[in-house]
């Protein structure tokens, strides 16, 4: 975990065990992905986990797996010793053979605290987006348990990768859906356009910087904003920047979705 800061190394560590003392023996894989292998840990980054299991969960190990993370997992900026989590966990025969869209069987992030303290858990569901974490994870992960997930996975199609930047693009269409996730869009933008140009995954500065050079003027600046408080250089207001942001939107995603057409 050469990317990995030594306090962050505790804390996956720690997850690790906790995750494997739930399952048991149903666990086949954890594979550290993300930020942690693509560049290095930024100062507001999740610690990115993918937990491959041999069948669904039971509701007994959904509740431990939710509740038991919230204990070492903190949101981003707010705590010395933790960073946010993001565990996936995935059933492996219903990722292998692959087929799209594939199904995901537990997520837990921070964006979820306050509905698992409620004892809300998201069922087993379709989720696209799986296509681009396997992806990631088979180009460039770390098996703290199992085996490499290039070993464990098929590759994904590039038409259901395709497919899931469509989907992905879709969701953003006014100031409605941007507000108070205003840095995130801007750089994801910036790696799907990345992904549809080279056919590779790059983390989320360094698919800002192939891009910027590309922008006109003021979407170049914005996006270099987004990067450099992603990079936990700045801070931005971003609600004076809307009018910006949907710009940037509107046309960054009008040349993704032209470049998707001609695929």
């Not at 594979?31 to 007994?60: F, N, Q």
């Amino acid at each position: 975990m050469m990317n990995v800061l030594p306090c962050a190394q505790k804390q996956i560590q720690t997850a690790c065990t906790l995750i494997e003392n739930i399952l048991g023996s149903e666990l086949m894989a954890i594979h550290l992905y993300g930020s942690a292998m693509d560049g290095g840990l930024k100062p507001l980054s999740d610690i990115d986990l993918l937990v491959t299991v041999r069948s669904p969960l039971r509701d007994e190990q959904r509740h431990a797996l939710m509740q038991q993370l919230l204990a070492v997992s903190a949101w981003p900026g707010t705590s010395e010793i933790y960073r946010a989590l993001e565990v996936t966990v995935v059933v492996w025969s219903r990722m292998v053979p692959w087929r799209f869209p594939p199904v995901r069987e537990l997520q837990f992030g921070e964006w979820l605290r306050d509905a698992i303290l409620n004892d809300e858990y998201e069922p087993a569901q379709p989720d696209p987006d799986l296509a681009i974490l396997l992806t990631k994870a088979r180009q460039n992960s770390l098996a703290l348990r199992g085996e490499a997930a290039s070993t464990l996975f098929e590759v994904v199609p590039e038409r259901d990768l395709q497919q899931t930047f469509r989907q992905t693009l879709a969701l953003w269409n006014g100031a409605e859906d941007l507000e108070g996730d205003e840095r995130h869009i801007l750089l994801t933008l910036a790696r799907i356009g990345y992904s549809v140009e080279t056919g590779q995954i790059a983390a989320k500065d360094e698919a800002a910087a192939w891009l910027m050079p590309q922008l006109p003027a003021a979407h170049a600046k914005l996006l270099a904003e987004a990067r450099a408080e992603y990079l936990g250089k700045v801070t931005v207001d971003w609600t004076e920047k809307m009018p910006q942001v949907e710009a940037f939107v509107r046309d960054v995603k009008k040349a993704i979705e032209k470049k998707l057409a001609l695929s």
